[in-house]
């Protein structure tokens, strides 16, 4: 009977400080829960060019590997762009830290001239990317103060016609903000900090 209570009495004093000082299992489950792309088809998006942009999901083949395509940019003779607006209105300050864009041209159309991707934010090109047949390509940039996101795909050629640019990855990073406590004489005080 002593001997039951010696370990009650101190188990039941472990068992309710051990949450208290490493509360991990619901931080954690937070931190992943924040750092959950979201996806850019669902930022308010319009088309644009002579050619194609649609949102079609659809398992492709590029280089002999399989990617679940979102959507694609069929340029044709000519272009196809997809602008969206990632800046919500009722926000002074852009939530997302970068956007990761992957895509490439399907295996079955080897003799499809190559097409130039040029992502433009805010209206500025700055990225260009060539893809052929059977190539991937993957392009990350910081959309921190950035409202405006657009994809653009050109026709290498101005007599033959481009196949479609499959997008496999377009997903917007969030900014995470965490907590960093600091223990002063005083106490605790929380200080947020921007990674």
Same mark, same amino acid.
């Given at each position: 009977m002593q001997k039951n209570k010696l370990i009650?009495?101190?188990?039941?004093p472990i068992a309710v400080i051990i949450p208290i000082l490493f509360?991990?299992?619901?931080?954690?489950?937070?931190?992943?829960?924040?750092?959950?792309?979201?996806?850019?088809?669902r930022a308010k998006c319009v088309k644009s060019g002579i050619?194609?942009?649609?949102?079609?999901?659809?398992?492709?083949?590029?280089?002999?590997?399989?990617?679940?395509?979102?959507f694609y940019l069929g340029p044709g003779y000519r272009s196809a762009a997809l602008t969206c607006k990632i800046k919500p209105?009722?926000?002074?300050?852009n939530v997302f830290q970068s956007l990761n864009l992957g895509f490439g041209m399907r295996d079955n159309n080897p003799n499809s001239p190559g097409v130039q991707v040029r992502l433009y934010l805010d209206g500025k090109p700055t990225e260009t990317?060539?893809?052929?047949?059977?190539?991937?390509?993957?392009?990350?940039?910081?959309?921190?103060?950035?409202?405006?996101v657009a994809i653009e795909a050109t026709c290498s050629s101005s007599t033959q016609y481009c196949s479609r640019v499959y997008i496999? &990855?377009? &997903?917007?990073i969030k900014t995470t903000s965490t907590?960093?406590?600091?223990?002063?004489?005083?106490?605790?005080?929380?200080?947020?900090? &921007?990674?």
């Open positions: 009650s009495s101190v188990l039941l509360p991990l299992g619901e931080t954690t489950a937070q931190n992943q829960k924040k750092m959950r792309p979201t996806s850019l088809l050619g194609s942009a649609r949102k079609q999901k659809l398992n492709v083949s590029i280089g002999k590997a399989v990617y679940s395509s979102k209105n009722n926000r002074p300050q990317v060539n893809v052929a047949p059977k190539q991937v390509a993957n392009i990350s940039v910081n959309v921190n103060n950035v409202s405006n496999y &990855d377009a &997903d917007l907590i960093n406590k600091n223990t002063t004489q005083k106490g605790t005080r929380e200080v947020p900090t &921007d990674q």
